[in-house]
């Protein structure tokens, strides 16, 4: 059985070419160790009189091996900054002023006992308040399943609530008597879709939306039945409810989500207002409440490859507008103005993402933050009194807080950060594929560059596939920079931010076009003298590890690679992962299409193509791309001989949580790299 190897210790000076050290004196270089100092910043909300912004800051405690988050206010001026909480043992998320301002709601799992007293305290999220006139933050709700979201209602008596069914219900609806032994029970599967990344088997557990009073403490259900409701939004009367939710036939066998309204009041029957067939999520009313956006998927056959459109539809039903509707750009995050003239969303571009603007009426998309001068990458917005807040990371700065308008940085957690290290340059980096498609890139090289030096290179490759690298800090492609690798980040066909023609390139025809294109941009930098032809590498996680299996399975010029939670058998991933709608949508079933299963598992089926000295890495119980698929490449080729590892990190899920794990994954992927690419 494969076990996790003892961590891996690298120095600077073992790593690092004495030409690619710093010159600066005053700068040190990044290495794996420093990622525990990076702050997360996000999770922001404006009050309601617009002076003041809440936000979140995760950090590291790397003496506990834990990473912890703490909630923060800022004057919208920047000159006076608050540290909102100081608890060592939980985290605090979602922050919430009440529209009356009195109150500040947030979400956390703190030590403190569930309402029955069976669940683990420390796992399940509950809302607390805390007072803004002073005192300690109290806990509102003892939901046994916990909470993931809420909303206020426009008077600040409510919230509606998103809460998870208990774990366990016999068949009346009680929760089971307390256990005499610790033997698990046995875990019933009936449900079509079974899995999920994080919540192991899903069995007959469903989000639910609760109206919680908080004059009394008490919550009541408003919607139930077999299916998820989510995205929660109050109508400025506060009589209405809208949300997402699918509900047609077995909610697990299709993408179709719809936007519903319902009274708030417990026992109303909620009306469907869409009929896309497709996904619709994350409604918000308008401010004369005659009027609700939302986020449109594509239809049903692309629902995971076509952009999300900007919709508007009456309350009262009808054919929906779409304001933004030739963007053809991911749009998220949809917010009304005040007056309901304009909508605010955020929307991806070519490795850009922006908080941008468009009349709800329909019309011109205008770019607010970043400005076309700039590039950067938006994660989050608000909007307030005063105008726009932004939670935005550029190519040499990890995320902070902006004022939209004038750019100014409300919050600096980063700031030292930034000020000690002497970072790699990031630029963009196109190339033309052997089919003519334009391939755009990021490209991270190392400090103290220099022109007409062939530099190893990594090709670092995002997941997804629908996702797309940008001009943001990404600490990982800064720690290969500073060791001396030119690191370059293909967006390959089936990336976001070029449009639905683009990304469906790849449906149902995975490890072609994505391979095509990673190879068009290496093949430029070593054209231009930047890659040396016989030092490259590659590797990625997620998706990005199944292209790596395919690109060392199409050849053998990569000299090491580090394939992270990926899969090459597609046949062993059906029924094993999260994916079977995909699979049996996408590619069918595997008894009718044999075939397509096989063209598209080739780095297993032909694993005997591979020549590449291959790092696999993966989570224990990662249910996203699941242990197996890495255990079955890393067996294939320790039988052929082929140099390999297989590193398995206990405990964790498709993205790794623990500290220490994500430096010995950095640390490890450094020593694989440095042990095939280093020779000169």
């Not at 939004?233 to 319902?262: C, E, L």
């Not at 391939?439 to 030096?453: E, H, T, W």
Request: charged share 25%; with cysteine; glycine share 10%.
């Amino acid at each position: 059985m494969s076990t996790v190897q003892s961590c891996v210790v690298v120095t600077a000076s073992a790593l690092i070419p004495s030409w690619a050290i710093a010159q600066d004196d005053g700068l040190r270089l990044f290495q794996s160790s420093d990622v525990h100092k990076i702050r997360d910043v996000s999770d922001t909300a404006i009050s309601p009189d617009g002076d003041w912004v809440a936000y979140s800051v995760r950090s590291t405690d790397v003496d506990k091996d834990q990473r912890q988050t703490d909630l923060y206010m800022v004057d919208w001026s920047g000159a006076s900054r608050i540290q909102l909480t100081h608890t060592e043992d939980s985290s605090e998320g979602h922050p919430r002023f009440s529209p009356d301002g009195k109150y500040l709601a947030f979400l956390a799992a703190r030590e403190s006992a569930s309402a029955d007293g069976d669940d683990d305290p420390k796992s399940v999220s509950q809302v607390w308040l805390l007072n803004r006139a002073g005192g300690e933050a109290a806990r509102l709700t003892e939901l046994p399943g916990g909470v993931s979201d809420f909303e206020w209602s426009p008077d600040s008596g409510r919230l509606v609530i998103v809460a998870r069914d208990p774990e366990k219900k016999d068949d009346a609806g009680q929760e089971d008597d307390k256990k005499k032994n610790d033997t698990p029970e046995p875990i019933v599967i009936d449900r079509y879709r079974f899995k999920r990344d994080g919540l192991d088997h899903l069995a007959r557990r469903y989000e639910r939306l609760y109206l919680f009073e908080l004059a009394g403490r008490v919550a009541t259900l408003l919607t139930d039945g077999p299916y998820d409701s989510t995205d929660p939004a109050w109508s400025p009367d506060g009589r209405m409810i809208a949300f997402t939710s699918k509900r047609q036939g077995d909610p697990d066998r299709h993408q179709n989500s719809d936007i519903y309204v319902a009274a708030a009041e417990a026992g109303a029957e909620a009306r469907q207002l869409t009929t896309w067939e497709g996904p619709d999520s994350n409604p918000v009313f308008s401010p004369d409440g005659n009027r609700i956006a939302y986020l449109r998927g594509g239809p049903a056959k692309y629902s995971g490859y076509d952009p999300d459109d900007l919709a508007v539809i009456p309350v009262t039903g009808g054919d929906p507008q779409l304001p933004a509707g030739d963007l053809d750009r991911n749009a998220a995050s949809v917010k009304w103005s005040s007056d309901g003239r304009t909508l605010y969303f955020v929307f991806e571009d070519d490795r850009v993402r922006s908080a941008a603007s468009v009349p709800a009426r329909g019309g011109a998309v205008r770019k607010i933050f970043p400005g076309n001068d700039t590039a950067g990458v938006v994660n989050s917005f608000e909007v307030g009194p005063r105008g726009l807040v932004v939670a935005a990371s550029f190519g040499q700065r990890p995320t902070e807080i902006y004022r939209a308008a004038d750019g100014r940085m409300l919050s600096d957690h980063n700031g030292e950060l930034v000020g000690s290290f002497d970072w790699g340059s990031v630029e963009s980096f196109d190339a033309v594929s052997d089919d003519g498609t334009r391939v755009g890139a990021m490209l991270v090289k190392p400090p103290g560059f220099r022109q007409g030096i062939r530099y190893p290179t990594i090709a670092y490759v995002h997941g997804g596939p629908v996702a797309q690298d940008g001009y943001e800090f990404d600490p990982t492609a800064q720690v290969f920079a500073t060791r001396g690798y030119l690191v370059v980040m293909p967006n390959y066909r089936g990336s976001s931010g070029r449009g639905r023609e683009f990304s469906r390139a790849i449906y149902a025809d995975w490890g072609n076009l994505e391979i095509r294109d990673i190879h068009a941009i290496v093949d430029k930098l070593v054209a231009e003298g930047l890659a040396d032809a016989d030092r490259l590498g590659i590797g990625g996680w997620s998706y990005g590890g199944i292209n790596t299996n395919y690109a060392i399975a199409t050849d053998n010029r990569f000299a090491a690679a580090v394939s992270g939670a990926a899969i090459s058998n597609m046949i062993t991933g059906y029924g094993t992962d999260q994916y079977i709608w995909q699979y049996e949508n996408e590619l069918g079933l595997p008894w009718e299409s044999i075939e397509t299963y096989l063209k598209i598992s080739y780095p297993f089926f032909h694993a005997d193509r591979i020549k590449t000295p291959t790092l696999f890495m993966c989570g224990e119980k990662d249910f996203n791309v699941p242990l197996i698929n890495s255990e079955q490449m890393y067996q294939a080729l320790r039988s052929l001989d082929i140099p390999t590892q297989l590193v398995i990190y206990p405990g964790q899920n498709h993205g790794l949580s623990k500290p220490s794990y994500i430096q010995d994954r950095l640390e490890r992927m450094l020593e694989w790299f440095g042990r095939y690419l280093d020779a000169a």
